[in-house]
Nanobody
Framework: QVQPVESGGGLVQPGGSLRLACAAN????????IGWFRQAPGKEREFVAA???????GYGTSMKARFTISRDNAKNMVYLQMNALNPEDTALYYC????????????????????WGQGTQVTVSS
């Protein structure tokens, strides 16, 4: 069964950084789109970032200046570097795999992703 596994979440102070990792188990990360979404309590799921074959990336509106998504093809891993974190970034972060090579405008649509991880918690608090 294809299911990504996230890691790297934790508690960080405002202004701090975290790097999340996603192991794209069962799917070759370099061939398809891999994305990050997040969901805070009481809020809807929100697109964070995604990367497709060829390296094109897409970001959510409030993330582009602070977050960077990258991929290590040799390790079949995708990373999300998050800088300048603030309490509004507190959420459960999910890695999602698509079996499509999505164009940037389609990346935020969760319906294009067919495998989801269990999530890793990020808490930003002093």
């Amino acid at each position: 069964q294809v299911q990504p596994v996230e890691s790297g979440g934790g508690l960080v102070q405002p202004g701090g950084s975290l790097r999340l990792a996603c192991a794209a188990n069962g799917r070759t990360a370099s061939r398809y789109t891999i994305g990050w979404f997040r969901q805070a309590p009481g809020k809807e799921r929100e697109f964070v970032a995604a990367i497709r074959s060829g390296g094109n990336t897409g970001y959510g509106t409030s993330m582009k200046a602070r977050f960077t998504i990258s991929r290590d093809n040799a390790k079949n891993m995708v990373y999300l570097q998050m800088n300048a974190l603030n309490p509004e970034d507190t959420a459960l972060y999910y890695c999602a795999l698509s079996n499509l090579n999505l164009i940037t405008s389609s990346m935020p649509n969760p319906q294009y992703y067919d495998a989801w991880g269990q999530g890793t918690q990020v808490t930003v608090s002093s």
